[in-house]
């Protein structure tokens, strides 16, 4: 069973199925109903921003192929369930929705709790939390935003803390492996390093900020612990960490315990310059990425991103 950074495929289901009630043609849980139940990738392409449609109509037969293959392995939401053996089991309250494995032992609860329709604009809020047990409770806020185009409800952004833009080239460059869409990546893995860094300080506020990047992944069979924090996939090791064609280099400056505050410095340099980036990236304690297209280690003195 993946913990709550599993929740994204899950609560997307979740949403349309509280919402099925509800549904008729041309409507945002209609929408979301279809995207969660599809079998085979065309029925999701559809509810993706015409840019992205754009986009993957200007690939080759080939790339398109192969982008298919990676979203359907992102999105195709029932398969996904099955895999993991979990079931969904709605509670009499209509809001709520346990998910429980297959033997019925009960994992995490699901609950919307706001949704909002505006003319075109359709947003909703959803609170996931993993109940491993009774003493370790996590609990997560999502959001799913979508838009009327062309006739069809598209979903426009999804995600935790800061929402993934479904109309930005970063969310095709999750798939698509060229030098630029690679950078995409590359800042996206930053953001997510900066937001679990900042969570594993929270969570451990002895340790503070941890001396390596590799602390913050771990098998998840175990428990969490400062050495297996599990907020990052099992095998992102190493210092460099290799990930989206990038070497990312993590220096602990001062951990920020005792009420001192807490320092490091990511950089992020292409494995081939020019072939799997474009640009060297940097990050540290402020969160603020910043970039240079020259053949160097970025540093706090390069621009913003």
């Given at each position: 069973?993946?913990?709550?950074?599993?929740?994204?495929?899950?609560?997307?289901?979740?949403?349309?199925?509280?919402?099925?009630?509800?549904?008729?043609?041309?409507?945002?849980?209609?929408?979301?109903?279809?995207?969660?139940?599809?079998?085979?990738?065309?029925?999701?392409?559809?509810?993706?921003?015409?840019?992205?449609?754009?986009?993957?109509?200007?690939?080759?037969?080939?790339?398109?192929?192969?982008?298919?293959?990676?979203?359907?392995?992102?999105?195709?939401?029932?398969?996904?369930?099955?895999?993991?053996?979990?079931?969904?089991?709605?509670?009499?309250?209509?809001?709520?929705?346990?998910?429980?494995?297959?033997?019925?032992?009960?994992?995490?609860?699901?609950?919307?709790?706001?949704?909002?329709?505006?003319?075109?604009?359709?947003?909703?809020?959803?609170?996931?939390?993993?109940?491993?047990?009774?003493?370790?409770?996590?609990?997560?806020?999502?959001?799913?935003?979508?838009?009327?185009?062309?006739?069809?409800?598209?979903?426009?952004?999804?995600?935790?803390?800061?929402?993934?833009?479904?109309?930005?080239?970063?969310?095709?460059?999750?798939?698509?492996?060229?030098?630029?869409?690679?950078?995409?990546g590359a800042a996206s893995f930053l953001r997510?390093?900066?937001?679990?860094?900042?969570?594993?300080?929270?969570?451990?506020?002895?340790?503070?900020?941890?001396?390596?990047?590799?602390?913050?992944?771990?098998?998840?069979?175990?428990?969490?612990?400062?050495?297996?924090?599990?907020?990052?996939?099992?095998?992102?090791?190493?210092?460099?960490?290799?990930?989206?064609?990038?070497?990312?280099?993590?220096?602990?400056?001062?951990a920020g315990v005792n009420g001192k505050e807490?320092?490091?410095?990511?950089?992020?340099?292409p494995v081939e310059f020019g072939k799997s980036?474009?640009?060297?990236?940097?990050?540290?304690?402020?969160?603020?990425?910043?970039?240079?297209?020259?053949?160097?280690?970025?540093?706090?003195?390069?621009?913003?991103?």
């Amino acid at each position: 069973m993946k913990t709550i950074r599993y929740w994204p495929h899950v609560v997307i289901f979740v949403f349309c199925s509280c919402m099925a009630g509800w549904s008729q043609a041309s409507t945002p849980e209609a929408a979301l109903e279809e995207i969660a139940t599809a079998t085979k990738v065309g029925d999701i392409e559809k509810h993706f921003p015409a840019k992205i449609l754009k986009m993957i109509d200007d690939l080759s037969p080939k790339e398109k192929t192969e982008l298919r293959q990676e979203l359907a392995k992102e999105f195709l939401i029932g398969e996904h369930l099955k895999q993991e053996g979990l079931q969904l089991r709605k509670t009499g309250d209509g809001h709520t929705w346990e998910v429980v494995k297959d033997d019925g032992d009960l994992k995490g609860t699901i609950v919307v709790k706001k949704s909002f329709v505006s003319g075109i604009d359709a947003l909703v809020i959803l609170q996931a939390t993993d109940r491993k047990n009774e003493d370790k409770d996590r609990s997560m806020s999502f959001t799913i935003s979508m838009s009327l185009e062309d006739g069809e409800w598209r979903v426009t952004g999804f995600g935790e803390f800061r929402e993934l833009d479904f109309e930005s080239e970063e969310f095709l460059g999750r798939f698509r492996p060229n030098p630029r869409n690679a950078d995409a990546g590359a800042a996206s893995f930053l953001r997510t390093l900066t937001t679990d860094l900042i969570t594993y300080a929270s969570t451990y506020p002895t340790v503070g900020f941890p001396a390596s990047i590799e602390v913050l992944s771990g098998e998840q069979s175990s428990e969490s612990s400062p050495d297996h924090a599990k907020l990052l996939p099992p095998g992102v090791t190493g210092n460099p960490v290799i990930r989206e064609g990038f070497e990312f280099h993590y220096q602990l400056i001062d951990a920020g315990v005792n009420g001192k505050e807490g320092k490091y410095r990511i950089t992020a340099r292409p494995v081939e310059f020019g072939k799997s980036g474009t640009m060297n990236l940097f990050i540290d304690e402020s969160a603020v990425i910043r970039f240079t297209k020259e053949n160097r280690e970025a540093n706090e003195n390069d621009p913003p991103l």
